[in-house]
């Protein structure tokens, strides 16, 4: 079975730009979640879907946004980007039915805001 | 590149020697943990899971032991190899759906 994928794997982008991230779950997942890496802060939950609704968001402002598709696909969106958006953003897939599960991560897509 | 911070707590051991790496969780609300094991360049890699109504659970050369009093959490290797060296990281699940909280990782060091 396929892992989880991730595009792009880099990307380099200008402060005031926006950017799209892209994650495809494990086959027959429906839940995908994503994560912001940084070195100072670590691993922090942005936000969960499950069936195209978002089902938890974490404590980032509202240029963090994202979407999840009928096929369980997500996109995430990050408008008006910022210095301190360099990061490495991971996506995680789960089955979702019980909410608290084991989740799979991709490799990341590695975000460079210049 | 570099995965994750330039100050982790750094574990130094021995190939073939037993490794030890500790986590403090900080919710007693939270009944759903999880090691992840995280190479350069690489996502979070799923290693073992425990639930709060265990307090011991035993994988392929790792266990994972879970103390609800203090609150603490450990993941333990047996003969650790070079292939082990990596960040490993605990999550807490608080009960809130897949909002997963991690801890701030220890990098384990295998010296041949």
């Known amino acids: 079975k396929a892992g989880v994928t991730q595009t792009p794997r880099y990307l380099i982008k200008t402060r005031g730009q926006q950017v799209t991230l892209s994650c495809s779950p494990i086959?027959?997942?429906?839940?995908v979640s994503w994560y912001q890496q940084t070195p100072g802060q670590g691993l922090q939950f942005l936000f969960e879907?499950?069936?195209?609704?978002?089902?938890n968001k974490g404590n980032f402002p509202g240029r963090f946004s994202g979407r999840q598709f009928s096929n369980s696909r997500s996109e995430m969106n990050v408008s008006t980007l910022e210095l301190g958006d360099s990061a490495l953003y991971l996506c995680?897939?789960?089955?979702?039915?019980?909410?608290?599960?084991?989740?799979?991560f991709g490799p990341g897509t590695r975000l460079l805001v210049l | 590149g570099e995965s994750v911070g330039l100050h982790l707590p750094t574990l130094s051991v021995q190939e073939g020697d037993n490794s030890i790496i500790n986590c403090a969780y900080s919710?007693?609300?939270?009944?759903?943990f999880i090691w992840y094991k995280q190479e350069s360049g690489k996502g979070p890699q799923f290693i073992i899971d425990?639930?709060?109504?265990?307090d011991k659970r035993q994988g392929q050369r790792v266990t994972v032991l879970l103390n609800k009093t203090v609150k603490h959490l450990s993941l333990q290797i047996a003969a650790t190899q070079p292939g082990d060296s990596a960040v490993y990281f605990c999550?807490?699940?608080?009960?809130?759906?897949?909002?997963?909280?991690f801890g701030p990782g220890t990098r384990l060091s295998v010296l041949p």
């Open positions: 919710n007693s609300a939270s009944d759903y």
């Open positions: 995680a897939s789960s089955t979702g039915t019980s909410g608290r599960e084991t989740q799979y």
């Open positions: 879907y499950f069936s195209e609704t978002q089902r």
């Open positions: 086959s027959g997942h429906r839940s």
């Open positions: 425990i639930r709060s109504n265990m």
């Open positions: 999550a807490e699940n608080r009960g809130h759906g897949q909002n997963f909280v």
